[in-house]
């Protein structure tokens, strides 16, 4: 098979017209896989269960009774669990570790006949903007393996830019999908916090994590938004409502949209990822829409009240990690004590050992209100004044990242350069509003991809997609 898919429909077509067979497809995934190993996107292929999987599909296709999926070869991040399958959140604290139940999300691709194809890698406890954090090596960028994919979803990004499978899931705390999918060429979407859940994804900061896909297309993503959204009675933080509809129509109204001077102005900001910018503001404005730069001046401000909450978040989240009932423990433990700081100095890498830490500090007694009181009262501002945007405007505009994908390295050595990675992906998080990050340009001096990101008002991610997809015709 020469063709690369980009789509279900490319391949349900080829599947209809007898030009392929699901066995075939699922061997050139895996074939796919084999020769790009060395970028370490997978910590686990499930290669017999992908091809029992296509067998089964396969004749459920030509029986006529096949799901909305068949056909979708996908993969998991590690921290999404599938039952009877390890899932170790690229994390030396979870060896071992096998899931005994599947989240929500790998049920309903399951039910509509997805097959997941394996697990993917990332930064641990999805804490990182390069990749660089997991505890099983980085992940290289397919376009130039000097590069990073981005984090913290880089393996399941590259799985789909290297063509090791048609789409992915990942998770995004605060750019967790869509820097690595602007990084890949790709589109990757944070939904609107509370129309995905969270039972089954191993939680780094809860009240900012969602999951969310990876595609070469619009209309896959449409697809598997449609079908991973909607209730669920597990997570009590969701939205109780049915999935989102995603028809996808480019013929759309003119949109009132916004795009953000402070980004603009960014004195980090690559001057090419600003002339593109500029050229889409005139695209939109061609089309129709009516395209208007406003002031944000918190922009400053919300990376480090995101890092204080999701910190904060954190330590509480990872105290379950204990060396006592399941995964890694210490083979120096002597007693309960011993155990417990062995275990989790010895299971945990050194990026999460220092949000952990930071996030106790954070909420200490004596330090509570002047840092983690203080940050939720800026959340607020920050959410408050991104939905006042919306009383004027359908849309906000920014580049999704300021650089494209930099060195391996380039940046490991300095923390805060690392987080100011995720400086215009961290509003949508804070506000809890949908994000989609998509394929725009080209960079001209090194030919990496150049994403751009628009943000709606909740529930709006159907109006993104149409968007994005009008841009690109």
Not at 302 to 330: D, H, I, K
């Amino acid at each position: 098979m020469e063709k690369r898919f980009s789509s279900l429909t490319q391949i349900r077509q080829q599947l209809s017209e007898a030009k392929l067979t699901l066995p075939e497809l699922v061997d050139y995934y895996l074939s796919r896989i084999e020769v790009y190993r060395h970028l370490n996107a997978f910590l686990e292929v499930f290669e017999q269960e992908a091809r029992e999987a296509a067998a089964v599909i396969g004749k459920k296709i030509s029986e006529g009774r096949a799901g909305k999926l068949a056909g979708m070869v996908i993969a998991i991040k590690d921290n999404i669990v599938y039952k009877g399958h390890a899932s170790t959140a690229s994390s030396k604290i979870l060896q071992g570790f096998e899931s005994l139940f599947s989240a929500t999300v790998v049920e309903r691709l399951l039910a509509e006949d997805v097959i997941i194809i394996g697990r993917t890698n990332c930064d641990e406890f999805a804490m990182g903007a390069s990749n660089e954090n997991s505890a099983y090596g980085p992940v290289l960028n397919a376009l130039d393996e000097s590069r990073v994919p981005g984090g913290s979803s880089g393996g399941s990004a590259v799985a789909v830019q290297a063509d090791m499978c048609l789409a992915a899931l990942g998770s995004d705390t605060g750019g967790s999908i869509r820097q690595p999918a602007a990084f890949t060429g790709l589109y990757g979407m944070y939904p609107t916090y509370g129309v995905v859940s969270r039972w089954g994804l191993i939680a780094f900061a809860s009240s900012f994590d969602q999951i969310g896909p990876f595609t070469s297309s619009v209309s896959d993503m449409a697809l598997l938004l449609s079908i991973i959204t909607g209730a669920d009675e597990h997570d009590a933080t969701m939205y109780q409502r049915p999935a989102l509809q995603m028809e996808i129509n480019t013929e759309q109204k003119p949109l009132r949209i916004a795009y953000i001077k402070d980004c603009l102005e960014h004195e980090g900001l690559d001057p090419q990822i600003r002339s593109a910018t500029e050229t889409l503001i005139s695209k939109l404005e061609q089309k129709g829409h009516e395209v208007k730069g406003i002031g944000f001046p918190y922009l400053d401000n919300m990376v480090p009240c995101y890092q204080v909450l999701t910190t904060a978040e954190a330590s509480s989240n990872l105290s379950r990690f204990s060396g006592l009932t399941y995964g890694y423990r210490s083979a120096a433990a002597t007693d309960l004590e011993s155990t417990f700081k062995k275990s989790r100095t010895e299971g945990f890498g050194t990026e999460v050992k220092r949000r952990i830490m930071l996030g106790t500090f954070v909420l200490s007694s004596d330090y509570y209100d002047a840092y983690y009181t203080k940050a939720q009262k800026i959340r607020q501002l920050i959410r408050s004044k991104t939905l006042d945007i919306f009383k004027d405007f359908d849309v906000i505009l920014t580049p999704t990242t300021s650089t494209p994908a930099f060195k391996i390295g380039e940046k490991s050595s300095n923390p805060v350069a690392m987080y100011l990675a995720d400086l215009f992906t961290v509003q949508a998080n804070l506000a809890g509003i949908p994000a989609l990050s998509f394929p725009y340009a080209t960079h001209p001096e090194n030919g990496l991809p150049i994403g751009m990101q628009l943000m709606g008002n909740s529930f709006s991610e159907a109006m993104l997609l149409n968007l994005a997809q009008s841009i690109a015709e």
